[in-house]
DNA sequence: TATGAATGAGACTTCATTCAT
DNA sequence: GATGAATGAAGTCTCATTCAT
């Protein structure tokens, strides 16, 4: 039934135009928008359309399906993401204290998370529903895993490449979980979670990093 | 799986007889495994009925729509984690050296995560979505948090009744997160994770009651 | 499936005791309120029975199914009515001027309708869905006519009979139309209906009893 | 039936073109049929789509629930009603005398209910129980009963407007239920009810017109 | 290529009625 | 006889996706 039998990993189409990668982009803030406030279910291929300004019709010649466009959101975050690292990397991190350090990373996470509010949010409601989603987000988060572990060995070398992923995976999921709730949170509770946040990372690193 | 009682909340009738809270029961276990198989959404109200063996206007005399049936399994999970953590407070922690405290503390959460898949995968898929969910899961949490406080404070008493709970809170999101993401992990990685989360929270602690 | 298969046209039942003969008052007085506040469609035999404080299993025991409740609701309006124009014949209708004589038929009449604002907006819901009920509400309504067929025929004798029948029907018809109208519109239109009713049927009358 | 326009109200999709106008009639002309036949609820909306050979989903294109479609059939009625008495006003009606003026409207009256059955059959069915309806349905009435007391008040001027209005309301109400009656009722009983209708209307204008 | 009306499987839920206790 | 939990057919309506224009 479906004529279009290649189960594409993010679009059914790369849009080379402008105006296409224009409407692709409205598509998808108007989706994460929607799913963010609706959740992903309640939330119709027709209003994201609609919401885009743009013909359901059209909107199925980007995405093969519901699914594709929650992989597509997860792609952007990646891109996000790995671009915010690239930044970080840039600064002179290995200079830094420890302390400053976590600081850094964490302040970084923080701010992607209130930038992108969707990143959690939404993969959490897809947890399992979209096959086509794991791969991806998986990437996602192991692209941003696999950087905080070279960031880690070059601040402070000396472990093997097996402990910094462990000590990575295990720190941005940690991180992760925790600022995303400090949004949600009152003001004040919230605050004290991105210090615990800090706090967390610090003593564990120390652990790794001054038991000598 | 569990054949105990379940405190109302969103049911429509509590089941006075033998016979209908073992109906309350088969229809949780089955919609447990569905909603953790297919996803929440996924999963229809007939498929559970007649997974469990109901007819769906039983179903429907137990639990006035979907989402109660979610509620309800909030609230036997609930009742889970406060029955293990009475447990747990009933041997004498406090003589326990801190590492030993920690490994207590995130075995029995591992093996609560074990026992209950579903506690994580389904909760985080329907987070926001359903509104009567927000306060039971945000209970269920809330009692946990409060229990490890208590446990802590008396642990190694000293600290101001804020901090207990925001270590608490941080902890039991932090430590939640990766031990359910080590279940999904593959052996090795999963053994590893565990082993991680109690080195974080170890650290984490020592930090707050070793250093004077 | 039935067990009962006699399609009783009113009760299943004949109430011989105090209690149950309360329990069907009971049961018709909710009903009613019912049907008039939701509709007869949109009012469920449990909302009855429980309205009426009467297990659901007593109410099928006096009523076959839902539409013998409206039956039994017309059988009870029939009554009423045959009760009211006994009262009115007994009075000496035969010496009032032809306008008093119209003033007393309508006045009661819409004296009814007040104290039986079902007696149309039940039955009109009901047009031709319930075969049991054609037979009663026609009954009920022949009975009316036949009644006033009869008042015609003593305040004025020498038409023929099938002229009163055609006269009164006409009359009941109208009337019964424009009365109950007159209980939905703002005081003012619903008085200057009655006004008009008794004029309508006074000229009509007059066309037959004061040609000659 | 008809294939004429349907003015939306409660329509969620205006029809503009030909081949869904046609399946808006279709569906209207289906479910009149079914409405009359069965009854409004007993009515499905499947049943009006699968008799109307349209698929359900096209069905909740054009109507967003079931009472939009009665909904849509009053306005129907309306747009009939009005186009009948415009064709009769253009005809000269002052020139007759009170008894043909009267057998005209009664006749075109007794003409549009054989035309439209389902005119007063379905909205006493529904009465009170679709609130969108009141203000169609009414708005049906109140513009015929305008029409016609402009009739009267231009075949006999002289009175008060207030006073076009009570007699035609009175009228209106009166004759569509003497008439609608008519239909169902034998030969015989059905021409006298009509010859009735035109003798209660005549001697009720009679009293206002030719008393002096 | 762009559009958006059309499709129909299937979701959730209700409720008249029964019958075991 | 009295009770009310149990039943499941059936109703309304949604929405991801297609395809004729």
Same mark, same amino acid.
């Given at each position: $039934?479906?004529?279009?039998?290649? !189960?594409?990993?993010? $679009?059914?189409?790369?849009?080379?135009?402008?105006?296409?990668?224009?409407?692709?982009?409205?598509?998808?803030?108007?989706? +994460?928008?929607?799913?963010?406030?609706?959740?992903?279910?309640?939330?119709?291929?027709?209003?994201?359309?609609?919401?885009? !300004?743009?013909?359901?019709?059209?909107?199925?010649?980007?995405?093969?399906?519901?699914? =594709?466009?929650?992989? =597509?959101?997860?792609?952007?975050?990646?891109?996000?993401?790995?671009?915010?690292?690239?930044?970080?990397? =840039?600064?002179? $991190?290995?200079?830094?204290?420890?302390?400053?350090?976590?600081?850094?990373?964490?302040?970084?996470?923080?701010?992607?998370?209130?930038?992108?509010?969707?990143?959690?949010?939404?993969?959490?409601?897809?947890?399992?529903?979209?096959?086509?989603?794991? +791969?991806? +987000?998986?990437?996602?988060?192991?692209?941003?895993? +696999?950087?905080?572990?070279?960031? &880690?060995?070059?601040?402070?070398?000396?472990?093997?490449?097996?402990?910094?992923?462990?000590?990575?995976?295990?720190?941005? !999921?940690?991180?992760?979980?925790?600022?995303?709730?400090?949004?949600?949170?009152?003001?004040?509770?919230?605050?004290?979670?991105?210090?615990?946040?800090?706090?967390?990372? &610090?003593?564990?690193?120390?652990?790794?990093?001054?038991? !000598?």
């Amino acid at each position: $039934m479906a004529t279009n039998s290649v !189960k594409s990993l993010g $679009m059914r189409r790369q849009p080379r135009q402008a105006r296409s990668q224009e409407r692709v982009s409205q598509i998808l803030d108007v989706a +994460e928008r929607l799913f963010i406030a609706d959740g992903y279910n309640a939330t119709t291929t027709n209003a994201i359309a609609s919401g885009a !300004k743009v013909p359901i019709g059209s909107l199925y010649q980007f995405f093969p399906d519901k699914g =594709a466009i929650v992989g =597509a959101l997860a792609m952007r975050y990646t891109e996000q993401l790995h671009h915010r690292f690239m930044e970080l990397d =840039a600064t002179e $991190m290995v200079s830094l204290n420890l302390s400053a350090y976590v600081d850094r990373i964490v302040d970084t996470t923080a701010q992607f998370f209130t930038d992108y509010p969707g990143y959690h949010s939404i993969f959490m409601q897809v947890q399992g529903t979209i096959s086509e989603l794991e +791969e991806i +987000e998986n990437a996602a988060d192991a692209r941003l895993i +696999e950087a905080l572990a070279i960031s &880690l060995s070059r601040y402070h070398p000396g472990l093997a490449a097996i402990d910094y992923e462990a000590i990575s995976f295990t720190l941005v !999921k940690a991180i992760g979980t925790l600022l995303w709730l400090s949004l949600s949170q009152e003001q004040v509770l919230g605050e004290r979670l991105v210090v615990e946040t800090k706090r967390l990372m &610090l003593s564990y690193l120390q652990g790794y990093f001054e038991s !000598k």
